[in-house]
């Protein structure tokens, strides 16, 4: 799923999360392999890197006639799967506004010979006229939002590469927004390489943190309007049980359209360990201090321990727990572990 919606895209993606999708649906987790049934685009070709290619989409066939050389990218999440193919777009959505670009993301960006991308401005959305004039060989448009606005534009400037269905955007994995541009790209056997490389990672942090294993948690969100039970029973599992830790047995409680936890009802909140995040700050319903002070949360047994933490959203970490992608997934377990290890060690 891609932040696109909005400038910045951590406000983005714990927006969207509050809304409909809560902040791991549709993430997928290390284990995700794709799909023959034509989520993931129904591909002509017969072997990787071979041309023509078509696939199919939610509003009609892609074909990529030659292997594509400029890719150009209409949202972050597209930016990220052309960077960990080993591309580097020749234009991208200006989704930082001038704010520092992610860790993960300006270390791939390095380590491809570029210091930065060239974007286009999109406040106003993607940039039609912007795009064209790079003259791409290929649009990747696997992790946006707005397709429906903008297939129709976009296709006479180039091939555009998109999900096979609509709902598919908000309920593909990375592994399989990561796998359809890689069959348009000719990059199949590099997309499972990065995928064998992020499930690697997260196996090698749950090995090496055996306390983890077992322990309920629970993940909040401080949201303009609510605080956010966002690990509730049916949410995708992702990083935090993938590295062992599991739900609390009252997630079964809370749903996509249930998750609002109530300043009397804070004691919802216990669990063998306790993540926070305020993305939202003092715009928040609660800042971090208010709700710390709170005489109900200061009483709560995870709490009283120290087996409580807060995800920080200035760094992005929040954000690419709630949008992982093929980029961000081994950042986001090299943050996370020691933030759990803490919690899980109430120190």
């Known amino acids: 799923m891609s932040p696109s919606v909005r400038r910045r895209p951590l406000t983005a993606a714990l927006l969207a999360s509050a809304t409909c999708l809560g902040l791991l649906t549709g993430c997928g ?4 392999t794709g799909s023959s049934d034509g989520k993931d685009g129904k591909a002509a070709s017969a072997a990787d890197g071979s041309f023509p290619v078509s696939l199919t989409n939610a509003w009609g066939r892609t074909e990529v006639k030659e292997k594509p050389v400029r890719v150009a990218t209409v949202s972050d999440g597209d930016t ?3 960077l960990a193919l080993g591309l580097v777009p020749v234009i991208t959505p200006d989704v930082e506004d001038g704010d520092p670009v992610a860790e993960y993301k300006q270390r791939a960006i390095e380590k491809l010979g570029e210091k930065k991308l060239k974007t286009y401005d999109n406040t106003d959305g993607t940039d039609y006229e912007a795009i064209a004039a790079e003259e791409p060989d290929v649009i990747l448009g696997v992790n946006t939002w707005e397709m429906d606005t903008d297939y129709a534009k976009l296709t006479p400037i180039a091939p ?3 999900f096979a269905d609509k709902k598919d955007a908000n309920t593909l994995t990375w592994q399989e927004r990561l796998k359809t541009a890689a069959k348009a790209l000719g990059l199949s056997e590099k997309a499972e390489e990065v995928i064998a490389a992020n499930e690697r990672t997260v196996k090698e942090a749950a090995a090496a943190h055996p306390e983890f294993r077992g322990k309920t948690y629970t993940y909040s969100v401080v949201h303009p309007e609510q605080i956010t039970y966002m690990s509730f029973a049916d949410q995708d599992p992702g990083v935090f ?8 047995p009252r997630s079964k409680n809370y749903s996509a359209d249930k998750d609002s936890v109530s300043l009397e ?4 909140l216990e669990a063998d360990v306790l993540l926070m995040t305020y993305p939202f700050g003092d715009e928040g319903l609660l800042s971090a201090s208010e709700l710390e002070s709170n005489k109900l949360f ?5 709490v009283k321990n120290n087996h409580f933490a807060v995800v920080p959203s200035e760094n992005t970490l929040a954000s690419a727990i709630a949008y992982p992608d093929a980029l961000s997934a081994p950042w986001v377990v090299e943050n996370l572990t020691p933030i759990l290890a803490k919690a899980v060690a109430g120190k």
């Open 160 to 162: 555009v590469v998109t």
């Open 80 to 82: 990220s799967i052309a």
């Open 241 to 248: 049980e993938q590295l062992g830790l599991v739900k609390h």
């Open 298 to 302: 200061r009483s709560l047994d995870v």
């Open 265 to 268: 009802n804070l004691d919802e």
């Open 29 to 32: 987790g290390f284990s995700g």
